[in-house]
């Protein structure tokens, strides 16, 4: 069954738009200057297939820490 190339291009722009999100999911978790998230954003955007790979692949930045609240209290060991 051949697929139309309506359908054809609309699976390959949701693709993108899937990668692109991915990786600017993956860039919050990361702690980034806003001049920082302004160029792998750009990369993201311009490298339409390489780009998102490369952000999330290279990690930039330091992962956020976790917020007080959320960090599990370590259990007390009997002694």
Do not use: D, N, Q
Request: hydrophobic share 50%; proline share 10%.
């Amino acid at each position: 069954m051949p697929v139309s190339p309506e359908t054809m291009r609309l699976l390959l722009v949701a693709s993108l738009l899937g990668m692109v999100l991915i990786a600017v999911l993956s860039l919050r978790r990361r702690e980034l200057t806003a001049e920082e998230y302004f160029w792998w954003g750009l990369l993201i955007v311009l490298l339409p297939f390489l780009g998102p790979f490369l952000a999330i692949l290279l990690k930039p930045g330091v992962p956020r820490r976790s917020h007080p609240s959320r960090v599990k209290p370590k259990s007390e060991s009997i002694s």
